[in-house]
């Protein structure tokens, strides 16, 4: 009998943490259904071989916090010296604070990877691979385990959860949105990321009872 070529998938779990949950510094809408959400989907595991989550994990001189540019505004856009427009956010996901701790309700098991995230404090990153200057060892492990497929899901659906989307499609992953375990900051950026996500032909947008 012929073997078939098995294909191997992760699920990758993106910050759910305690700031950008209810009561956070950065909180984002309905974040309890999406832990919620993602819990069930973790009873579901024979769509996905290995778990990755990954953790915005600051130093605490960030260059995305408004804090450290004296006389700017959290939610506001500037230009920095080397040219490059930054978006400030307020403080959030310190390292070694409870802002940057995984939320207590989140289903975590013990072979689960963690990646941590936009420790540079002169380069942001929303994507769980990192940015150019601060990768992460995300896309080093998906190679190692000989991965293709990969589920995304958690907060937020435009920011961070978006952007490991189109970084996992341009390495040439088929990549999975589970569109109802993540949740949206801002309509307007929701259709700037989905209008990216046109661009690829491996990334599909689905609803985690297709599963």
């Known amino acids: 009998m012929q073997q078939q070529n098995y294909q191997k998938s992760a699920l990758i779990i993106v910050d759910i943490q305690n700031d950008f949950c209810e009561g956070g510094s950065l909180q984002v809408r309905n974040s309890?259904?999406?832990?919620?959400q993602i819990n069930k989907l973790r009873l579901k595991n024979h769509f996905y071989d290995?778990?990755?989550?990954?953790?915005?994990?600051?130093?605490?001189?960030?260059?995305?916090?408004?804090?450290?540019?004296?006389?700017?505004?959290?939610?506001?856009?500037?230009?920095?010296?080397?040219g490059k427009y930054q978006e400030l956010w307020p403080d959030h996901c310190v390292q070694n604070t409870k802002g940057s701790e995984l939320h207590q309700d989140?289903?975590?098991?013990?072979?689960d990877i963690i990646i941590n995230k936009g420790m540079h404090s002169n380069i942001d990153s929303y994507s769980g691979f990192g940015s150019e200057g601060d990768r992460t060892i995300l896309l080093e492990k998906l190679q190692q385990f000989g991965i293709?497929?990969?589920?995304i899901c958690g907060l937020a659906f435009d920011f961070c959860v978006g952007q490991t989307v189109i970084d996992a499609a341009k390495n040439g992953f088929e990549v999975f949105v589970l569109k109802d375990a993540t949740?949206?900051?801002?309509?307007?950026?929701?259709?700037?990321?989905?209008?990216?996500?046109?661009?690829?032909?491996?990334?599909?947008?689905?609803?985690?009872?297709k599963l």
């Open 32 to 36: 309890q259904k999406v832990i919620q």
């Open 50 to 82: 290995y778990v990755f989550i990954t953790k915005d994990f600051h130093p605490q001189n960030h260059i995305s916090f408004a804090s450290n540019h004296p006389g700017k505004s959290p939610f506001t856009i500037i230009q920095l010296q080397n």
């Open 106 to 111: 989140l289903k975590v098991e013990e072979n």
């Open 148 to 151: 293709n497929k990969i589920y």
């Open 183 to 209: 949740e949206i900051i801002s309509e307007y950026r929701e259709k700037q990321i989905n209008e990216e996500f046109a661009k690829f032909q491996n990334i599909q947008i689905i609803q985690c009872d």
